[in-house]
C-alpha cells in the first residue's frame, strides 16, 4: 500500500456564485478531502498499481447506487464499510475569486487510527487533515498500532498533514508549530498560511508573503529530523516548496506553476489542492533520485498535475480508455500530462 488517508468522503450539493449563469445546483456530487486525495493518488497509479491506494468510504443507508459503481470502476484499495445512518453529505456554495463557503447536512463520520486495518497501516504515506492538536494525536496512534502490527522494524512512514482552515489563526500558531516535528510535510493553502500569521493577501497573490511565511515554519523544523518539507497550495498560482537545505541560510525553495495556465479549463476548484496531496503523496512513496529534482520539488511535480486533473469538471476527474486500450482521465493519459509538465518545468521530458 503507498498511500493512505484518513480524510473523509462526503457527497456534496454544489451551489455556485451568484455571477455565474447557471444557478442549477449540482446535487450528489462524489466529494470530501479524503475522496479527492485518494483520486489524486488513483490518478497516477494506473491499475493494477491502483490498488496500492488505501481509503474509507462509510455508505450510510442512503448511499447511491451509481456512486458505489464509480468508486469501484476505479479498482483502488478502498475500504467500503456499511453505517446505519445517512451518508456524511455537505452543502458547498461559492462566491467570487473562488471563495467557498462549506457546512454539513449530515452528522459526519470521522476516521481515526483505529480504524485503519491491517493492510492500511502498511501504507508507505499517510494524509491526515485536522486540527495540530488532533494531528499529533494521529500520529501517535498511527504509530502505535503500526508497531503493534507491523512490528518494530517497519519501514518509516511519511506522514502529510493538511490543516483544517477553521484552525488556521494566530491562536493555533504555538500549536501548529509543536506539530510541526510529527509530520514530515505541512500543506496549508497561500490563504490559510496567511491565516496563522494574520496576515491577508487582499485582491492581488503576495508571493514574497508566502516565502516569508513558509520560512518561519521551516526554521522551526519540520519532521523528528528537521529535513521535513513545507508545502504551500496557491491555486491558480501554482505550489511553493521549500525544505532546508545544505547550509542553515539556504533552503531549497522554488515556486512551481499551475499545470492548466489556460484558466477556463478550470470548471470548480473544489478538490483541487487535496487531489495535490494524494499525487504528492505517491510522488515521495515512489521518489525515484534519478528524476533529478529533490525529492519534495519531484513530489510536488506529480501533485501539480494530479490537481488538473481535479478541476477540470464538477466531482470527479472521469476514467476511460483511448483506442489502444491504455486508460485515460478526462480523455488524456496521465503520463502525457507529466510528461509536458516535467518537459516545462525542468525542460526535460523524461529522466
Known sequence: MDFCTLGMFIIDDIYPPPSHPDQTPQKDIIGGAGTYSAIGARLLSPAPTSRSVGWIVDTGTDFPPELREIIAS????????????????????????????????????????????????????????????????????????????????????????????????????????????????????????????????????????????????????????????????????????????????????CFLPPYLSDLTRVVDPTGGGNGFLGGFAVGLARFDVAEGLPQYQEAALWGTVAASFCIEQVGMPILGKDEEGEETWNGERVEDRMRDYRLRVTGRSTR
Open 74 to 253: 476505479w479498482q483502488t484499495g478502498v475500504l467500503l464499510r456499511p453505517r446505519d445512518a445517512l451518508t456524511t453529505r455537505g452543502w458547498n456554495g461559492y462566491g467570487e475569486n473562488d471563495h467557498r463557503a462549506f457546512k454539513y447536512l449530515t452528522e459526519k463520520k470521522r476516521l481515526t487510527a483505529d480504524d485503519l486495518t491491517d493492510e492500511l497501516l502498511g501504507a508507505k504515506s499517510f494524509h491526515l487533515i485536522c486540527s495540530p492538536t488532533r494531528c499529533v494525536e494521529l500520529v501517535q496512534r498511527i504509530w502505535q498500532r503500526r508497531r503493534e502490527v507491523l512490528g518494530s522494524f517497519a519501514n518509516r512512514e511519511i506522514i502529510i498533514w493538511e490543516p483544517v482552515p477553521d484552525m488556521c489563526t494566530p491562536a493555533e500558531l504555538d500549536n501548529t508549530l509543536e506539530a510541526l516535528k510529527w509530520v514530515d510535510v505541512i500543506s496549508p493553502n497561500h490563504e490559510e498560511l496567511a491565516a496563522l500569521f494574520d496576515f491577508r493577501h487582499g485582491d492581488a497573490f503576495d508571493a514574497e508573503a508566502v516565502v516569508s511565511q513558509a520560512s518561519r515554519l521551516l526554521r522551526h523544523g519540520v519532521g523528528i529530523l528537521g529535513n521535513g518539507a513545507v508545502v504551500v497550495r496557491c491555486g491558480k498560482e501554482g505550489c511553493y516548496v521549500a525544505q532546508r537545505g545544505p547550509s542553515v541560510d539556504l533552503d531549497l525553495a
